[in-house]
């Protein structure tokens, strides 16, 4: 058994440790050689194969077509190490560049946790001056992976469980929702908040809710509250579902109910699952990021018409919602850092034609002008681009060829694209397409480090981090 002595001395180590590995973190951060990533993105919207991509694009810069990216135009890039970081699980690199190489070729895999990894990137120096510091420099990326489901969660901080259910009511009654729930609303309607709360009655209850909300998100529908309730571990969270009218008691009944009753349960699982779960990934990942990707599939919001389209746009305002003022400054940066730039990505441009291409791009900036006021275009630096970390297809002058996901190879055409939110003559064109799910191409040299094609991934890369080479 170790002494008092020697646990204190093995504790001292480890505190010392975790300082100098935060102390080394904040130098390079204010030296502007450190740099936490987020990538994030709603279920189906590419995350997993970006990450991928933007990996395997930047360990093999040399022949990867990056001509937008200067520091890889100009072959500074000499060396990239894949390192895991100490706090997440690593991103499965590997197992998704051999998903893409496989015959036939698969998607990675996509996200349903939080993971990451750092790269370290040894580079040459722009300048030709000699300095004392040398001719090369090291750049650390962290990248951090998570679901867009979960940034959703943290819209509901603001909100007490009484204000939660009330919005959240009101939107079960309208439009798609209200047909999904079909008679699950009655019945929540003859709950009583003020009644014992009967484990019994209430199970059914909570499993068809967690049904209702996986059959929304099927639907195509994107503002789903609680995220993690449409991710694989959603049985890990206490269970809770809205109260409808809680609008006719007052704010004293509510707050005198009896600790049993069903509205004080409701309340309590709901205060545990922001304290459990969304409060830690608030403080823990999302505010320790400095710049942030996130990836929308605009093509297939557009497919899934109008309403599914402004649920879209309502959820990512909801978003923009959880996002602080990027500051500069250099005690701020040390030691407080927050988001200061937003990448707004366009995922699989490949799935219409090139010439289309600017619109879908002008379309995503005006879905970010109607949800990102200038008040926090002030603060934080937003930029729309589009980008497929995967090109799949073939471009041809008015239609693409590709392999669909079944295998079978095909001619694939579509309505023009608007390049701004659609009125309602495009809503009619765009009414019955459907943007196609696509094979990967055949790429069995990616595990020698041979090419994966793609569209403007170097932009990506010079808006992300080209300023810090």
């Known amino acids: 058994m170790k002494s008092k002595i020697e646990t204190l001395g093995l504790q001292l180590n480890k505190t010392l440790d975790g300082f100098e590995q935060r102390t080394s973190k904040w130098l390079a951060r204010s030296l502007d050689k450190h740099l936490s990533i987020g990538i994030t993105g709603f279920s189906g919207s590419g995350k997993s194969t970006f990450l991928t991509s933007l990996i395997h694009q930047l360990t093999h810069s040399d022949h990867a077509h990056l001509g937008g990216f200067l520091p890889a135009r100009d072959k500074r890039l000499l060396d990239i190490q894949l390192l895991p970081l100490e706090d997440l699980p690593l991103f499965d690199y590997q197992h998704g560049i051999q998903a893409l190489a496989s015959d036939p070729p698969a998607w990675p895999a996509s996200t349903t946790q939080i993971s990451g990894c750092r790269l370290v990137i040894e580079y040459k120096k722009s300048t030709l001056l000699p300095t004392f510091t040398g001719e090369t420099r090291h750049l650390t990326l962290e990248l951090r992976d998570y679901p867009g489901e979960w940034l959703l969660d943290i819209a509901m901080l603001q909100q007490d469980y009484r204000l939660w259910s ?6 079960n009654n309208r439009g798609i929702r209200q047909q999904l729930a079909g008679n699950l609303l009655n019945e929540l309607d003859q709950l009583d908040p003020l009644a014992s709360f009967d484990s019994h009655n209430i199970a059914p209850l909570l499993r068809r809710y967690h049904d209702y909300l996986l059959a929304c998100k099927n639907a195509g529908l994107t503002f789903i509250q609680p995220g993690r309730a449409l991710l694989a571990d959603s049985r890990d969270f206490p269970h809770f579902l809205p109260l409808n009218h809680l609008q006719h008691y007052s704010a004293q009944q509510l707050n005198n109910a009896d600790e049993n009753s069903l509205y004080k349960i409701m309340q309590q699982r709901y205060n545990t699952y922001l304290s459990a779960f969304v409060r830690p990934f608030y403080k823990r990942f999302f505010r320790g990021v400095d710049r942030q990707v996130v990836l929308i599939d605009v093509l297939k919001a557009l497919s899934n018409g109008k309403e599914k389209f402004d649920d879209m746009i309502v959820a990512f305002r909801r978003i923009i919602d959880c996002y602080h003022v990027g500051q500069n400054a ?14 707004f990505l366009a995922s699989k441009p490949d799935r219409i034609l090139m010439n289309q291409h600017e619109s879908l791009r002008r379309l ?21 681009e589009i980008a497929a970390a995967v090109r799949s297809t073939h471009d041809h002058s008015d239609h693409l060829t590709a392999k669909l996901l079944s295998g079978q190879f095909g001619e694939l055409t579509h309505p023009p694209i608007p390049d701004q939110l659609p009125d309602a003559e495009q809503w009619q064109q765009l009414e019955k397409w459907q943007p196609p799910v696509l094979q990967a191409p055949l790429n069995p040299d990616l595990l020698l480090g041979g090419r994966l094609a793609h569209i403007r991934m170097d932009k990506v890369l010079r808006d992300l981090i080209g300023d810090k080479f």
């Open 330 to 343: 250099l005690l701020h940066r040390l030691f407080s850092p927050q988001v200061e730039k937003i990448l």
């Open 166 to 171: 009330l919005d959240t009511g009101n939107l």
């Open 364 to 384: 995503c900036d005006d879905i970010i002008r109607h949800i990102c006021p200038q008040s926090v275009r002030n603060r934080i630096e937003i930029e729309t």
